[in-house]
């Protein structure tokens, strides 16, 4: 009787991990997502046929068998050793459970790694507090979302420029660590179109719950190659340089002051509004910093000069407002660094 209650309810779990509706909560973005939530329909159904029996037998016996009124209070139950039956049959099955698992789980991630290498080249950097994307002909970096055409195989080689984050959009079931000084590679072909979070899945700073706000966008050829377009534009001016390594004497000559200002609204704004120094948004308002008889001081104590600027964009600063980011977190190259303390000078 009690094993015909438990049978009927794991065949009903068993029914609805099969048909649960998972695509409509989470889209299935990219062609092996759907591989992937096989697999996990294949685990929650067996995984909780099992604990059906398990849970419901534990409570069945230890009602059905429970001590009684009447037992003597020092009364033990019957003692029972091995059962070589039972001990061979609860060894195998499981051993062939966890085969049947690993086989199936190694073919499908056999098939995520074998996604094609031809397509799209992304590089995805994880910074604190941020994700920057770098395209094969755009300068710089893509601040903001990142783009990807349907249908078109895509490689994306994850790294990070300070400590390590997570790189995971749940519609496309891949995650992947950003690990500083390493560069990891997935591939996915993205097979639905829409708007899909980005979440950083490692604990990688006070900010690091703000890494869900940026969006992976699957888009038709058309509309990406006019956001491609967009980029490469917004951008032209924008060195393409890799950050600095910290500690290398920065030549403020030369700066150019137009593209530190399209720098600035791609890397700083942020955190720092052009506003007076008292407008704080994470650090205070840069208005006339170098030019601001009410605050002749910079936050580090140094007197506001280019080069004490230059110094702290360099090695950043942490101080009664937070932590100002340096030259690598904040992907600037010494050059970027002269156009900002040139753009910054402009204002007064
Ligand atoms: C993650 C947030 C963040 C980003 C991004 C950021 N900053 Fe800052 N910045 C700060 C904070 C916070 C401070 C103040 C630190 C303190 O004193 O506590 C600061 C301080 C400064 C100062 C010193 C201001 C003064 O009056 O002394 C300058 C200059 C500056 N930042 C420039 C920039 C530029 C240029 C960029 C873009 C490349 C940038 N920052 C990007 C957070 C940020
Ligand atoms: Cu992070």
């Known amino acids: 009787m009690v094993t015909a209650v438990?049978?009927?309810?794991?065949?009903?779990?068993?029914?609805?991990c099969y048909t649960f509706?998972?695509?409509?909560?989470?889209p299935a973005a990219i062609v092996t997502a759907r591989q992937v939530d096989e697999l996990i329909r294949f685990m929650s159904a067996t995984g909780s046929?099992?604990?059906i029996f398990v849970a419901g037998y534990l409570v069945y016996f230890a009602i059905a068998f429970?001590?009684?009124a009447s037992d003597a209070p020092d009364a033990i139950g019957v003692q029972i050793h091995d059962n070589r039956k039972l001990e061979?049959?609860?060894?195998?099955?499981?051993?062939?459970?966890?085969?049947?698992l690993s086989i199936v789980s190694v073919r499908i991630w056999y098939e995520i790694l074998l996604e094609p290498e031809n397509g799209l080249v992304v590089e995805a950097i994880g910074h604190q507090f941020y994700f920057s994307f770098r395209y094969p002909q755009i300068n710089g970096e893509v601040t903001d979302e990142m783009h990807v055409p349907l249908n078109v195989p895509v490689t994306l080689n994850l790294t990070s420029a300070d400590v390590i984050h997570g790189f995971w959009v749940p519609a496309m079931r891949l995650k992947n660590d950003t690990v500083p000084g390493l560069v990891t590679t997935i591939r996915f072909t993205p097979r639905l179109a829409g708007r899909y979070p980005i979440i950083c899945?490692?604990?990688c700073g006070v900010e690091h719950s703000e890494m869900d706000k940026q969006v992976l966008v699957i888009e038709d050829k058309a509309s990406f190659d006019r956001w491609y377009k967009g980029w490469q534009q917004k951008n032209a001016r924008v060195s393409n340089a890799l950050p600095g390594a910290s500690g290398q004497a920065i030549s403020l000559q030369g700066g150019d002051a137009a593209a530190g200002k399209a720098l600035f609204s791609q890397k700083c704004t942020a955190c720092h509004k052009l506003a007076p120094f008292n407008q704080t948004l994470v650090g205070p308002g840069l208005e006339a910093v170098l030019h601001d008889p009410a605050h002749p001081d910079l936050v580090n104590g140094k007197a506001a000069n280019p080069a004490d600027v230059a110094s702290i964009l360099e090695n950043g600063y942490t101080g009664s407002m937070g932590a100002m980011p340096?030259?690598?977190?904040?992907?600037l190259s010494?050059?970027?660094?002269?156009?900002?303390?040139?753009?910054?000078?402009?204002?007064k």
């Open 66 to 68: 429970r001590a009684k």
């Open 49 to 51: 046929a099992l604990y």
């Open 326 to 331: 340096s030259a690598s977190s904040n992907g």
């Open 334 to 347: 010494p050059q970027d660094i002269a156009n900002l303390v040139a753009f910054l000078n402009t204002l």
């Open 201 to 203: 899945t490692q604990f």
């Open 21 to 26: 509706p998972l695509e409509r909560y989470l």
């Open 88 to 100: 061979f049959w609860w060894t195998v099955i499981p051993l062939l459970f966890v085969l049947v």
């Open 6 to 16: 438990l049978a009927v309810l794991a065949v009903a779990a068993i029914v609805f």
